[in-house]
């Protein structure tokens, strides 16, 4: 057998009974083809050949994977004609070949190089408390630059390490964490199993702290609580999870972190929203202690909009109240707004269409009430 699967049978973790061959016999012509003796564990099923020479993965090799134990991953990254590339639990792999599914292995989690992660040990900070409530965005002014910092990709990585206590396991969960962030649908990480990912990852994938909404609903006629009517543009689509979404099922929603749902997890049965549909409709029925869902970490694109939309809001908010700009804040605030105007995604996708218009209608706007509320103080005439 290929030499990363012989050298860990012949690993502890192995229960087989195994010892090294003095040499491998070669295989009779008969089962040289492709298509022969797909029980034979072969180059190009688990090990690292060329994706280009990679062959099907077939349930007698699941079962071979099974015998190593431990050394089983949790998460493996999957090819097929028919589904693409996916990340997928080992027994969904194995459900899905009972089937007929005919899909290779790509990588497993253990297969991920680590000089893409970064730290392999937590940050320690001697108040993480004050530290968590900080990144969160409580008690900061939207100008700062960690403004809403707890709710991004960055704070879950930190999550995921600053809740990993065993040394060995701070590894493998980065690279859980990395592959689960690759998967669509979290749901499909359920394989109906018992265990799965490592509670730790889960913190690490969502966040059961809330959006602030405020700078995307429409003005009413509530000064102080009134909202600017921002497009959602790129969090529009961010994943919300929950229990139960419907209000004709019996029993309110909590987050799958929550501790009335046990603190299981995303599993297959539970609802899939997004932030769209959460200002579309008011008839949830949410636990009070929980808020009724865990929202999926925001991508850095995510994250930037949600700090440019509540900046905006600010403005706004401030020539709401009447009194206008002094003329000492006037340069400042217009620099912001055209800083603001200038804003692109992260990723360099290109930021048009309606949403956009929307947008740069709103500063446009504001930039007019900024030069009225500068000629009516004027140079020498103090705000009110």
Sequence with gaps: MPDPVAE???????????????????????????GRRPGIVRPGVFDDTPVFDRRPVTLDHIRALRTLGPGADELYVVFSASGGAEVLPLDTVEKRLAKGWLGVLIAGARDLPGSVFGPEEPEHSSEPEAGEAQLSGCGQGVHDPNFGEG???????????????????WNLNLRLLALARGAHDLRSLDAGQPGGLPVEVWHGLLTEDRLDLLPFQQSGSERWRSGSGL?????????????NASPLVEG?????????AHERAVVAGDDLLTVADLMARADFDWCSKCGGY??????????????????????????????????????TVIA??????????????EWCGSDSWQWQDTIRELRRRVARSHAMTGPDEPAS
Excluded at 9 to 31: H, K, N, T, W
Excluded at 151 to 169: I, K
Excluded at 231 to 243: F, H, R
Excluded at 336 to 349: G, S, T
């Design 8 to 34: 860990r049978l012949l690993s502890p973790v192995s229960s087989l009974p195994c010892s090294p061959a003095a040499a491998a016999p070669d295989l009779p012509e008969r089962d040289r083809g492709p």
């Design 151 to 169: 709710l991004g990709l960055a704070e879950g990585t930190r999550r995921t390490l600053r809740q990993t206590y065993a040394t060995e396991d």
């Design 336 to 349: 912001r707004l055209d800083e603001l105007a200038a804003w692109q995604p992260v990723d360099e996708a």
């Design 252 to 260: 309110k929603g909590h987050s799958p972190l929550c501790r009335h």
């Design 231 to 243: 497009p959602l543009g790129p969090l529009a689509a961010v994943q919300l999870y929950t229990t």
């Design 294 to 331: 865990a929202m999926r970490r925001l991508s850095d694109t995510q994250l930037s909009y949600y700090r440019a939309a509540h900046r905006l809001h600010e403005i706004k908010r401030r020539l709401d109240r009447g009194s206008g700009i002094p003329d000492t804040e006037t340069s």
